[in-house]
């Protein structure tokens, strides 16, 4: 049976470069390096008891005034499993093997708009289902309810000779990679961060931007303005 009280790591891989959108992790993000963003996030969450950074920039991230703390970890990633092609299950299965914890918590520093209450929803999700031995795993998605086609114009998901409105289509949902959380038992079964009883969560889909390319950042920097302006005007 699981503890009252589980040990909570998040994982955070961080790399040097990022292929299409060059030194992303380390840019300047609406005021403060990328991967600030979601690091705050993760440490204000109190359920998480160390946050751990597998990384090849341990360098970088000193220059912009990172280092470890009692609740950050730095781990320096191993040769062969450092490039743009490397599985990141290979990334988190190190860290599986070399970290302990009852649950681990991954998530990517191109999530910046994901909030704290939106972790802790999903760990209570995941804990309450892992009581009930209902889920090994959760990720977050997003629901789509929209008229999909394929290249050749057949339709995927609907009828065009019978339409139907969108909010009355079966909803799909998407993987949105903004957050996972497993065991090291899953992982093991599955070699993945999405083990054989996944659950599911939909987040709040404002939060679920990833950045990959330029135009996600130029998306992201609209929104993330958005939210300062609001909580700006909140305090006020």
């Not at 795993?137 to 609907?158: E, G, I, M, P, W």
Request: negative net charge; glycine residues 2%.
């Amino acid at each position: 049976m699981p503890s009252a009280k589980p040990r909570v790591v998040a994982l955070l891989p961080m790399k040097a470069n990022s292929e299409r959108v060059k030194g992303k992790n380390f840019r300047d993000f609406c005021g403060k390096p990328l991967f600030r963003w979601i690091l705050e996030t993760l440490l204000a969450v109190e359920e998480i008891e160390q946050v751990v950074i597998n990384t090849d920039a341990r360098e970088i991230l000193a220059d912009n005034g990172l280092v470890e703390t009692d609740r950050i970890v730095i781990r320096d990633r191993k040769p062969e499993i450092c490039g743009d092609l490397v599985s990141m299950n290979l990334v988190l299965a190190d860290d599986v093997a070399n970290v302990d914890a009852d649950v681990y918590l991954m998530t990517h520093t191109t999530n910046p708009l994901m909030s704290a209450e939106t972790v802790r929803g999903a760990l209570k999700a995941f804990l309450a289902s892992r009581a009930k031995e209902s889920a090994d795993s959760l990720f977050t998605v997003d629901k789509v309810q929209t008229r999909f086609y394929r290249s050749d114009c057949s339709a995927v998901n609907h009828d065009p000779d019978n339409l139907i409105r969108t909010q009355d289509l079966e909803p799909w949902f998407e993987e949105n990679s903004n957050l996972y959380i497993f065991t090291r038992d899953s992982f093991r079964k599955t070699n993945a961060r999405i083990g054989k009883q996944p659950m599911m969560y939909e987040g709040p889909q404002f939060e679920s931007i990833d950045i990959d390319d330029p135009q996600d950042w130029d998306f992201a920097v609209v929104a993330a303005r958005f939210l300062l302006e609001q909580r700006e005007e909140a305090k006020s």
